[in-house]
């Protein structure tokens, strides 16, 4: 839940601000907050809230992997159904270790 105070979420999202992946590769955008694919949910257990957030850093280190992850949240945003969502969301298992998989 925001909090009021501040203006920023738990993981530190403000209203109107840009986006942790494409700051991550030297663009600036919007962050497109509930409209993005990668969008964390709230739920009774955590925040609503940008994952990447948290290891925003790590990302900024590694440029290829924020690129990476707004290709795969393209795709993502082109799927027409639930068939293809999942396929896209799988593919990245194809290159974790076997006990990393889903």
Same mark, same amino acid.
């Given at each position: 839940?925001? %909090?009021? !105070?501040?203006? +920023?979420?738990? =993981?530190?999202?403000?209203?109107? &601000?840009?986006?942790?992946? *494409?700051?991550?590769?030297?663009?600036?955008?919007? =962050?497109?907050?509930? !409209?993005?694919?990668? $969008?964390?949910?709230? !739920?009774? *257990?955590?925040?609503?809230? =940008?994952?990447?957030?948290?290891?925003?850093?790590?990302?900024?280190?590694?440029?290829?992997? &924020?690129? $990476?992850?707004?290709?795969?949240?393209?795709?993502?945003? +082109? %799927?027409?159904?639930?068939? @293809? @969502?999942? +396929?896209?969301? &799988? %593919?990245?298992?194809?290159?974790?270790?076997?006990?990393?998989? @889903?």
């Amino acid at each position: 839940m925001p %909090a009021a !105070s501040t203006g +920023r979420d738990p =993981c530190g999202v403000t209203e109107g &601000s840009l986006c942790t992946l *494409h700051l991550a590769v030297g663009e600036r955008e919007p =962050c497109p907050r509930d !409209s993005c694919a990668f $969008w964390e949910p709230e !739920s009774p *257990h955590d925040d609503a809230g =940008c994952p990447f957030e948290p290891v925003r850093l790590e990302l900024e280190a590694r440029p290829g992997v &924020s690129h $990476w992850l707004l290709g795969l949240r393209r795709e993502l945003e +082109r %799927a027409r159904d639930a068939d @293809q @969502q999942l +396929r896209v969301r &799988s %593919a990245p298992n194809g290159m974790l270790p076997p006990g990393l998989r @889903q």
